[in-house]
């Protein structure tokens, strides 16, 4: 019975995970919202059940591990209250400060429950069942999708630049982004070589062999160099970390996974650019999936094959052939590589464009951050401001590096507390198992230079392997250390423990509801979606009651509703995101339809100010304003006309300041031709005396 109910909850454990990579990563916020209630709601199922547990317990016999809340737990609900305060400096946006804040939630809750079912040693075998579950099925759809066999919106990334793909292709996989997928897929790809190090079951060790040649080639077809980068990196800290018949296994089974790798990606590089051209899917030929096959059982007939050498006695001659052999495969690997992933690999192959934009983005954020160093923007901030703030005209909507957003979501403070956090998550793995850092270090490496903590996957991920690396602590010596503590002590633990559950049980409370409510508004805009007229106006009135700080709703309910009510619907959305651009240039078009030119330039101006590179908006300014001046020319309202020509001729000036090269994207920001029309014809009306007369003398 006790073993049924630990499948059940590894199987809903896979699901979780399954179902994170699925919905896109969870990198969007309205598809988290159900899954991320859930967890909230079983979170605080567990503290319940603690604190049922805590209060029937004898006090002599209240240490019970299994009934506390983890540190680990704490550290992320602590994360979610810190952008909860963010709530009190005026964030850029208020709803992305709330989701943060709620997904935190959800992600310690996810850990809570790991904690609760797989906690014990003895148990974690279940979860880890769980992980290589969900992991064969992400990276085997994916692999699929790029043979042609499954069809998922955006999985393939095509393209014709060569500083993007070299193959022209790249696969995404469920979560629509390769440099997220190859990282996910090498850092399941080192955990699967920890297995076969070090299992002692041939089951397990079965498992392992068969998935190590499916991430590997995963991997490689994202062409995410900052991916083997961090695999690279992490693999040789494994080398050093590995002692006797692990360093040995360690060499002989990573070499035997590049060689068949190497040979698996020259087969199939070709598949992804033979889909239906809309990226989702591929086309392999029934030759190229027949030998993909062949390699599959190959490399895990090797690796039992390499068994056998690695468990003979350890001898020096067996550690310098495995050194030999290790080498040997990546001189293979190097010959049998695709010459396009080759070139992929070398240094400056790709005209460092990434890496220029990486730089650029950077030296952008370093200029948001000095805005509120202390506490930050609150949650999106990068995402809310960072057109205010972009020296060219780049299209940047993350920052590409997971510890600056955070640093830029909550400033300073918020980012020395994160340090302190992440050393909270990692402290059990380090006294437990160090050599459980190596998958979780290729998804921190790569978070350094990418936006993989943006995707809720990759907390569930994380996660996982911190709970199974961290599993098991020496029950018994615990207790007895706790047994010396005086009763003093053991009354101030005891508080501090049901502080603790009352705690975390209000955040999991809060997360709950705020995500019901979140969930209620993306319904109702669903629903409005599919209806029209005063239905369509009714939904989204339903939507922006459950949710007043969406924007998006609010901009959609503003074309429905009355002309006279549409001014101060908008308005009211600037208290929850005083520099939406959106909101601002709806509130300024509004003006102008009232023929209001000083708030219409006022609006404008605002939102040019804060998005100064959309040619668009640059555009409709000009010719708003000129043709307000001419409307008004025509209305004898010369005073005003005289306003919006000055105003035309204003925003032309600085549009036109922008018009140069720009080497982020290596073209050219010119100004467009119905704006140069449009500020001539200004010109030519304010050249004649008898067009606009001069201001009244005093």
């Excluded at 550290?75 to 208020?94: M, Q, W």
């Excluded at 997904?103 to 996810?110: I, Q, T």
């Excluded at 202390?374 to 205010?388: C, M, N, P, Q, V």
């Excluded at 029209?532 to 429905?560: D, F, H, K």
Aim: with cysteine; hydrophobic share 50%; charged share 15%.
């Amino acid at each position: 019975m006790r073993n049924a109910l630990h499948g059940i909850g590894s199987a809903a454990a896979a699901a979780v995970l399954t179902e994170g990579a699925w919905r896109y990563g969870l990198f969007f916020d309205e598809p988290f919202y159900r899954l991320a209630s859930t967890l909230c709601i079983g979170g605080l199922a567990v503290v319940g059940i603690f604190g049922w547990q805590r209060m029937r317990a004898d006090r002599r016999h209240s240490r019970i591990e299994l009934t506390d809340i983890r540190p680990a737990v704490s550290g992320l609900l602590f994360a979610a209250l810190l952008y909860a305060f963010a709530l009190l400096h005026e964030p850029a946006s208020v709803l992305g400060t709330l989701q943060q804040a709620f997904r935190y939630c959800a992600y310690a809750a996810y850990m809570l429950l790991l904690y609760a079912g797989f906690g014990p040693r003895g148990r974690r075998v279940w979860l880890s069942a769980a992980l290589q579950a969900s992991g064969i099925v992400v990276v085997g759809c994916a692999l699929a999708g790029w043979m042609g066999a499954l069809s998922f919106p955006a999985m393939i990334m095509t393209t014709g630049d060569g500083r993007v793909s070299a193959v022209g292709a790249r696969l995404g996989g469920f979560l629509q982004y390769p440099n997220f997928l190859g990282a996910a897929a090498l850092a399941y790809l080192v955990w699967s070589w920890l297995l076969l190090v070090r299992t002692g079951t041939r089951w397990v060790f079965g498992l392992a062999a068969c998935s190590v040649l499916p991430y590997f080639l995963v991997g490689l077809l994202t062409e995410s160099r900052g991916a083997w980068l961090a695999a690279s990196v992490v693999w040789a800290a494994g080398a050093a970390l590995m002692r006797g018949k692990g360093r040995i296994g360690w060499l002989l089974y990573s070499g035997w996974t590049l060689l068949c790798g190497g040979a698996a990606c020259r087969v199939v590089v070709g598949a992804g650019l033979r889909g239906p051209g809309n990226g989702t899917a591929g086309g392999a030929t029934v030759a190229e999936a027949l030998l993909l096959l062949l390699l599959f059982a190959v490399s895990a007939a090797g690796l039992f094959g390499l068994r056998r050498f690695v468990h003979r006695s350890e001898t020096k001659q067996n550690a310098v052939a495995a050194w030999a052999g290790w080498v040997l495969s990546i001189a293979g690997l190097g010959l049998l590589l695709p010459p396009a992933i080759y070139g992929r690999m070398t240094v400056g192959s790709t005209g460092g464009g990434t890496a220029g934009a990486r730089e650029l983005f950077y030296r952008d954020a370093w200029r948001l951050f000095r805005e509120a160093p202390l506490f930050g923007r609150g949650g999106d901030a990068w995402r809310s401001l960072f057109a205010g703030v972009q020296s060219q005209p780049y299209v940047g909507n993350e920052v590409h590096n997971g510890y600056l957003e955070v640093a830029l979501d909550l400033g300073a403070v918020g980012a020395a507390a994160g340090v302190v956090i992440m050393a909270v998550l990692l402290r059990p793995v380090w006294k437990s198992d160090r050599t459980g850092l190596l998958p979780i270090g290729v998804l921190l490496l790569h978070a350094a230079i990418d936006f993989d903590m943006s995707f809720g996957y990759y907390w569930l991920l994380l996660t996982s392997w911190i709970v199974y690396y961290s599993s098991g602590p020496d029950e018994a010596k615990e207790v007895a250390a706790a047994g010396r503590v005086g009763q003093r002590g053991r009354r101030f633990w005891r508080g501090a423990r049901a502080a603790t559950l009352a705690a975390a049980a209000a955040c999991f409370a809060a997360g709950a509801l705020l995500g019901w409510r979140f969930d209620a508004a993306a319904r109702h805009r669903e629903a409005a979606a599919a209806v029209s007229g005063a239905a369509r106006t009714a939904a989204l009135r339903a939507a922006l009651e459950a949710n007043p700080y969406w924007t998006r709703i609010r901009l959609e309910l503003a074309v429905q509703a009355p002309p006279p009510e549409r001014a101060a619907l908008l308005a009211a959305g600037l208290r929850y995101e005083p520099q939406s651009v959106p909101l601002l240039w709806a509130l300024g078009r509004q003006s102008a339809e009232r023929k209001d030119v000083r708030g219409a330039a006022a609006y404008m101006r605002r939102a040019l100010a804060a998005d100064r590179f959309d040619r668009d908006k640059q555009t409709e300014a000009v010719v708003t304003m000129a043709r307000l001046a001419q409307e008004l020319r025509a209305d004898s309202r010369f005073a005003e006309a005289r306003l919006a020509a000055n105003a035309a001729e204003a925003f032309f000036d600085g549009y036109e300041s922008l018009d140069r090269d720009y080497a982020a994207n290596d073209r050219r920001f010119a100004v467009s031709a119905a704006a140069k029309a449009a500020a001539e014809q200004n010109r030519q009306l304010a050249a004649r005396p008898e067009a606009l007369r001069p201001f009244p003398q005093e």
